[in-house]
T-cell receptor, first 111, second 113 residues
Framework: LAKTTQPISMDSYEGQEVNITCSHN???????ITWYQQFPSQGPRFIIQ???TKVTNEVASLFIPADRKSSTLSLPRVSLSDTAVYYC????????????FGTGTRLQVFP | NAGVTQTPKFQVLKTGQSMTLQCAQD?????MSWYRQDPGMGLRLIHY???????DQGEVPNGYNVSRSTTEDFPLRLLSAAPSQTSVYFC????????????FGPGTRLTVT
C-alpha cells in the first residue's frame, strides 16, 4: 500500500479556493487516488477519485501530474460548511484490498 | 435505502464486559469493514469481509471478533472490554474493497470505564 503524506492542517476564508496536496512517491501502476471528507461526529464521505490528469465533479477537482507522485484536491469557493478533515488514499480497486486511512488534513474555513 | 446503519449510537461499558456492535447495509454490498477512530486520529481498520462467510484482520484486530453470516450484517464483538477500546467505531460497506467507493455508517461512540 502506497504511503501518503498531506499537511496536518490548513486555514482558509469563505469564498477562496483551497488546494490540498497529497504526496505519494511510491504509487504503483494499478493504484488509484481517492479523497474522503469527514465532518465532526460523522463517518467519512467519498469525494472524488482519479487515476491520472484531471477529474472534476460537482464538489471538487482532482489534479494528478503525469508522474502521479502527488495529487491536489481543489475545493472552489469554500464555505464554512467545508470545514472538515480531508483524507487522501492510494491503492487498487480489488475486492480484497484494504482501505487504509492516514491522519488527514484538517481544513478550517473562517468567515 | 437506509444505507449503512449502526446500533447503538452510544454505549458505556465497564472493563471486562462484552458487547456486540451491530452494522447492517441494504445496498447488497459484498465488502464490509470496521474502523475505529480515536480523538484527533485517522481511522484504523479492525476487521473486514469480502463476502458472506469470509472475514480477515485489519491493522488493529486484537480484542475484537467478527462474523459475516449474511451479506447484510457484519457485527463486531468486543470480547472483554478494556479502557483502550474507548473510541468511535465506524462500519463501512462497498461493492468492492480498496479504492472502490466506501459508504460509512454514522458511528458508535463507545466508552469503557
Amino acid at each position: 500500500l502506497a504511503k501518503t503524506t498531506q499537511p496536518i492542517s490548513m486555514d482558509s476564508y469563505e469564498g477562496q479556493e483551497v488546494n490540498i496536496t497529497c504526496s505519494h512517491n511510491n504509487i504503483a501502476t494499478n493504484d488509484y487516488i481517492t479523497w474522503y471528507q469527514q465532518f465532526p461526529s460523522q463517518g467519512p464521505r467519498f469525494i472524488i477519485q482519479g487515476y491520472k490528469t484531471k477529474v472534476t465533479n460537482e464538489v471538487a477537482s482532482l489534479f494528478i501530474p503525469a508522474d502521479r507522485k502527488s495529487s491536489t484536491l481543489s475545493l472552489p469557493r469554500v464555505s464554512l460548511s467545508d470545514t472538515a478533515v480531508y483524507y487522501c488514499l492510494v491503492g487498487v480497486i480489488y475486492n480484497t484490498d484494504k482501505l487504509i486511512f492516514g491522519t488527514g488534513t484538517r481544513l478550517q474555513v473562517f468567515p | 435505502n437506509a444505507g449503512v446503519t449502526q446500533t447503538p449510537k452510544f454505549q458505556v461499558l465497564k472493563t471486562g464486559q462484552s458487547m456486540t456492535l451491530q452494522c447492517a447495509q441494504d445496498m447488497n454490498h459484498e465488502y464490509m469493514s470496521w474502523y475505529r477512530q480515536d480523538p484527533g486520529m485517522g481511522l484504523r481498520l479492525i476487521h473486514y469481509s469480502v463476502g458472506a462467510g469470509i472475514t480477515d484482520q485489519g491493522e488493529v484486530p486484537n480484542g475484537y471478533n467478527v462474523s459475516r453470516s449474511t451479506t447484510e450484517d457484519f457485527p463486531l464483538r468486543l470480547l472483554s472490554a478494556a479502557p483502550s477500546q474507548t473510541s468511535v467505531y465506524f462500519c463501512a460497506s462497498s461493492l468492492q474493497g480498496g479504492q472502490y467507493e466506501q459508504y460509512f455508517g454514522p458511528g458508535t461512540r463507545l466508552t469503557v470505564t
